[in-house]
């Protein structure tokens, strides 16, 4: 079956420092990888996206590179600001005509002045 | 609306007493799904629909959990005799069919607290 699995947080880090929160996926077929973001009091949100090998999603300073060779979709961000704070999911679909997504656990990221 | 409405935002109940949870869904989106985030443990999927076709049930945890939705648009989860390990957010997300980006739209999620 399908699975997503990233890392334990929670992550606290400086305002300015690099980010990366991992993620690896198992999936049958050609899945689609997205990051969503949960920032405190709000909705899960679409934050980037990947739909093919090698593709790179990119949204507000997160990028995240689909890599089939070592099933992964690490998101990564240069400088994180206070206003990052939140916890990141990584998920999967599992082909074009499936409707399900399928998330890791979530990694709750603290950003500190 | 907007966006995805659930109700209740919080929800304290007994062992053992029936609850309902409600979602709108944004007009316009034929599938909706239920999720359930519990504490460490991520996203859960619980059910699924699309218009008028027969829900994917295959995620419900047991015959206490049963979900449905009138005319195509708003839905109901409920939750039969309560257990405490039924405590969690119970997340109901909507999307519009053939989704070529397959982006749900989330509400902000129901907090059932079992005593």
């Known amino acids: 079956g399908n699975s997503v699995t990233q890392m334990e947080g929670p992550v606290t880090l400086s305002e300015e420092a690099f980010l990366t929160i991992n993620c690896t996926y198992t999936a049958t077929g050609y899945p689609s990888l997205f990051w969503y973001v949960q920032y405190p009091g709000e909705g899960l949100q679409l934050l980037l996206k990947a739909t093919k090998a090698d593709d790179k999603g990119s949204n507000k300073g997160f990028e995240a590179t689909y890599r089939k060779e070592t099933t992964s979709f690490h998101l990564e961000k240069g400088s994180v600001q206070v206003s990052d704070s939140a916890v990141y999911f990584c998920a999967l679909r599992s082909g074009a005509g499936s409707y399900q997504l399928t998330f890791g656990k979530g990694t709750k990221l603290s950003v500190i002045p | 609306g907007a966006g995805v409405s659930q109700s209740p935002s919080n929800k304290v109940t007994e062992k053992g007493k029936d609850v309902e949870l409600r979602c709108d869904p944004i007009?316009?989106?034929?599938?909706l799904y239920w999720y359930r985030q519990s504490l460490g443990q991520g996203l859960e999927f619980l059910i699924y629909?699309?218009?008028?076709?027969?829900?994917?049930k295959s995620g419900l945890p047991s015959d206490r959990f049963s979900a449905e939705r009138t005319g195509g648009s708003v839905s109901t989860l409920t939750i039969q005799r309560t257990q405490q390990e039924d405590s969690a957010v119970y997340l109901c997300?909507?999307?519009?069919?053939?989704?070529?980006?397959?982006?749900?739209?989330f509400g902000e999620g129901s907090r059932l607290t079992v005593l």
């Open positions: 007009s316009g989106h034929t599938a």
């Open positions: 629909f699309q218009g008028n076709s027969a829900p994917d």
């Open positions: 997300a909507s999307s519009r069919i053939y989704s070529y980006t397959g982006e749900l739209f």
